[in-house]
């Protein structure tokens, strides 16, 4: 892993830019400590930085920005390219002449391009990454992003016209604190920040920067009237999921043997490394699956690493340590007290540099941070199976949900939600005791509330992603209407008629889309960065991704005796490698007690950051509406706690961006 940072700017002297490079090049030293480098066109104006994490080719032959074998091309490239080695194999094969300077996949993707173009490239490459590739001889600079969206790039300008200064980087603080840097807060980015725990891509937190896309490339070009930008796809997710979706395989056993096979062979080139590699293994279907198969290849012990904690409802540790003995792994456990989860809370916003609410983002960056201490540089992880084969409640709960809401008549709906929004919570609590279910009386009075403005299936699974029917009433300031785009573009837009009918299909891809990419690959990113580990998760390799969309939908979500269960075909698999105790288990997140907490020990930490004062000067938000809210949860009575803690995490940030 590493950071790539540059600057095309003919506004400012090249020696003032060269060396404003280099100073803000410092704020994403995290991302690769082990080797820093420069490089300058200064006749086009064109600066290139690059921190390198060594993994393939701990040699100074790996390090960059890395010029290519003919001169015209030069790259500063942030990930892995998997299966460097058969992309070498065949390069050599079409020119026996070719001589590496060393063994990195940087050195192969570069003489890739120049072999093929950067486009066939790019479809030959398996792996995650986003670089920067400069052309020489068209004077051209494109920006590219990985299929599924696991590397980070931002990008955008200051200034305006003619006069703009383009800018990108891996990590958004290094753009922000570039000195001529002074753009506004982006509303939409706020917006859905406080809707959703994340921003979507292509927004950022900031006016004129973006987000790339997944499997998208940028060309910037520059001419006397500015820059020129031009984005392309590459790699088209959504018609590689219809397409596989329109061939599903059948047969269990045949479905089984796919699905093991690709996993395999994504582990296998995802294993390859010059430093120390290991798993995160939680206990859960996913973290199991990839850490039983690559054991299963390994002739030596792997490392497994593990946290837990001290409160008992939290403390998954127990299931980890049984896997990890059952398959004869290194396991290393370490049980975390509410003080090493506290104690990093109020640096959250300088791990993730943009504001991120994701409160799961405290136990990934402990789990990663504890990796790295004990030696690893390389973690395997489970990220990705979920949307792929079914593994989330949603899917099987909320399908089953709506199927029998839809058939309740639409003004029937309408009144029922009524009354059930408008009964005591008390009467509530006291039926719903009766039959043991007094944990759902929030749930209860949220699917009432439901019930009155939902008509649709997308609907509803819009308003299960969201913490709001509307968040408008928590913002202060009159943000125009023309100037609001908050709902993510993918859940603007129709999935084709291929899914009218398939409401969970539906919503998997929604996830692999949106929510994956923008929430839970992006705190895995900067989680681990921030502690200078690479994470690699064998389900997002492109080919597991595709043949997941060929089976039938009964192999994701088994539904025999009316007890539904996600994750059907990874289960089967796994059920070769661990006992079938170990696998049917109820799922849970990688939770935390947060609730608890706010109303603990972070209480007078989150008081500062929600006072009055505080809110009202910058005029963002709502402050008497946030009060409500944090009076609310600190009364017991309601957990306002998913509510509150994407305004808590912009209010850290915002506060820590003032102090820059």
Sequence with gaps: MCGILGIWSNQFNPDEIKSELKRISMYQTHRGPDNNGF???????????????????????GNQPMISKSGRYIISFNGEIYNFQELKFILERKNNSLKWKGNSDTEVLLALIEEFGLNQALKKCVGMFAFALWDREKKILKLVRDRIGEKPVYYGYLGSDSKKTFIFGSDIASIR?????NNSINPSALFQLINFQAISAPNSIFKNIYQLMPGNYLTVNYSKEGFIFNTEKWYFLDEQIKNAYKSPIKNEIEAEFEVEKALKEAIKIQSISDVPLGTFLS??????????LLQNQSKNKIKTFTIGFEEEDYNESNFSKEVAKYLGTD??????????ALDVIPYLSSIYSEPFADASQIPTHLVCKEAKFNGLTVALSGDGGDESFGGYNRYFIGGGIWNKLNKIPWPLRTLIGELGSNMPKVMIENILKKFSL???SDKFFKLSERLKYIQTDDQFYFSMISLWRDPSFVFSRDFSKKEIDYIPSILKSNIEKEFDNDFIARMMIYDTLNYLPND????VDRAAMYTSLETRAPFLDHRVIETAWRLNSKFKINSSNSNYSGKWILKKILSKYLPISFIERPKSGFGIPLAKWMRGPLKGWINDLLSKDMISKDEYLNSNEVAKLWQQHLSGKFD????????IMWQSWLSDLKNY
């Design 39 to 61: 490089w300058e066109d200064r006749d086009n104006f064109l600066f290139l930085s690059h921190q390198r994490l060594s993994i393939i080719d701990l040699s100074q032959y």
């Design 283 to 292: 206990g859960g279907i996913d973290s199991s699956l990839i850490t039983a």
């Design 177 to 181: 604190n570039f000195k001529y840097f």
């Design 520 to 523: 839970i690959l992006t705190k």
């Design 331 to 340: 396991h290393n456990e370490k049980i975390l007290t509410a003080k090493d």
């Design 640 to 647: 306002n706690s998913s509510k509150l803690w994407p305004i």
């Design 438 to 440: 007094s944990q759902y």
